[in-house]
C-alpha cells in the first residue's frame, strides 16, 4: 500500500483528471464526440503529463534533497528509485505512440495528422527541454506552455480541422500554463528557489522571501495580471467577433467565473506575508475556476450535457483521489 501511494505521487494521480483533459477538448471544439476516441485521447494527455512530471523530479533530485519540504517526494525518500522513473517515462513514450495508432488505425493519414504527430513530438521535445533544463535559464516557462499548447492542438488535429474556438483554447493553454510555472510557481517557491540556483522571471524581476515575508514587484504583478486578463478577454472573443450564439445566463457565469479567477489572482499577487497553506489556497481556487472557464465558453456550441461534464470530472477526480493520498484538498504541495 505504502509503495502504491508513493507510485500515485510520483504519477500525480490526483490532477491527471484536469490535466489529461486539453486533447479531449481541442477534439470536441472540430466536432467529435465520440467516447472511445475521446477516452484515447485522455490517456494520451495523461501520459504527456505523466512524462513530464516524472522527468521533471528525476532532473531535480539532487536540488530537492536541499529542501526540508521536498524530502517527501518518492525519488527524495528513495521510495522509488530514478531508475524505475526513467523507466515509466520509456513507458509512457512508447504508450502514447501505441494509443495513436489505435486512434488512427483505419483511417487516412492526411496532412492534419502529420501535423499533429509534428506536434506531439515538438510537445515531447520542448517539454524535455524545459524539465531537464529549465532551472538553468530565464524564460523556461515558455518552453512549458508551447508543450502544452502542442498537446491540446495534437487531440483537434488528429480528429479533424482546428477551428477558431480550437485557436483561442490553444492560447488560453499557453497563458495558462505559463502563469502556473512562471507566476504561481514562482511566489510558491520563491522561499527556496535561490538556494537551489534556480533562474526563473519571478526571482529575476525581483520577487524574494526575507524571513516571513514576500516582497512582488510591481512588474511582476503585472505580468501576472496581463495574462490573466487577456485570458478573460480571449473568453469573450468568439462571442463578440466572430459571431458564436451565446445566451445570457451562460454570459453572466462565465464572467462570474472570471472575475473569480482575477480576484484570487489578486490576492496571490498581493500576499505581503510568506504563508505557503495562504499560497496554495490562493493558486488552487484559481485553478478550479479557471477550469470550469472554456466549458462554460462551449455551452452553446456543444451543449450544456458535455459542458457540465467537463466542469465536474476533473474536480470529482481531484476530490476522489487527493485523500488517498494523504493530501489536503486545493493545497497542492509539489
Not at 8 to 22: D, N, Q, T, V
Not at 80 to 94: D, E, G, Q, V, Y
Amino acid at each position: 500500500m505504502f509503495k502504491i501511494r508513493a507510485y500515485a505521487k510520483l504519477l500525480r494521480i490526483p490532477g491527471l483528471g484536469a490535466l489529461a483533459i486539453p486533447p479531449v477538448i481541442a477534439a470536441i471544439t472540430v466536432g467529435v464526440f465520440d467516447l472511445h476516441k475521446l477516452l484515447i485521447l485522455f490517456f494520451i494527455g495523461a501520459l504527456a503529463a505523466i512524462y513530464g512530471f516524472i522527468l521533471n523530479d528525476y532532473a531535480d533530485v539532487e536540488l530537492d534533497k536541499l529542501i526540508k519540504e521536498l524530502h517527501g517526494k518518492p525519488l527524495v525518500s528513495g521510495d522509488i528509485s530514478r531508475k524505475n522513473a526513467i523507466t515509466i517515462c520509456i513507458f509512457c513514450i512508447l504508450f502514447s505512440f501505441l494509443f495513436i495508432f489505435i486512434l488512427w488505425y483505419g483511417s487516412t493519414l492526411d496532412s492534419y495528422k502529420f501535423a499533429a504527430l509534428l506536434c506531439i513530438l515538438l510537445a515531447g521535445f520542448f517539454g524535455s527541454i524545459y524539465n531537464l533544463y529549465g532551472k538553468k535559464f530565464v524564460g523556461s516557462d515558455f518552453l512549458v506552455a508551447v508543450s502544452m499548447s502542442f498537446v491540446f492542438l495534437f487531440g483537434a488535429l488528429s480528429l479533424g480541422v482546428p477551428t477558431i474556438l480550437t485557436w483561442i483554447i490553444f492560447i488560453l493553454t499557453f497563458n495558462q500554463t505559463l502563469h502556473m510555472n512562471a507566476v504561481e510557481g514562482g511566489i510558491k517557491d520563491s522561499d527556496h528557489d535561490f538556494i537551489m540556483g534556480v533562474n526563473n522571471i519571478a526571482l529575476r524581476s525581483g520577487v524574494k522571501v526575507d524571513g516571513n515575508k514576500i516582497f512582488i514587484p510591481q512588474h511582476f504583478k503585472a505580468f501576472g495580471m496581463g495574462i490573466r486578463l487577456f485570458s478573460a478577454f480571449l473568453l469573450f472573443v468568439p462571442f463578440v467577433f466572430f459571431g458564436y450564439e451565446y445566451n445570457l445566463g451562460q454570459i453572466i457565469v462565465l464572467t462570474v467565473a472570471a472575475l473569480g479567477v482575477i480576484y484570487f489572482n489578486i490576492k496571490l499577487l498581493y500576499i505581503k506575508t510568506f504563508d505557503r497553506e495562504a499560497i496554495r489556497k490562493y493558486i488552487g481556487l484559481q485553478s478550479f475556476l479557471r477550469y470550469s472557464l472554456v466549458p462554460i465558453m462551449l455551452v452553446s456550441i456543444i451543449g450544456i450535457y458535455y459542458s457540465i461534464i467537463l466542469i465536474v470530472f476533473p474536480i470529482v477526480w481531484y476530490i476522489i483521489f487527493t485523500p488517498l493520498l494523504g493530501e489536503k484538498l486545493f493545497k497542492p504541495r509539489m
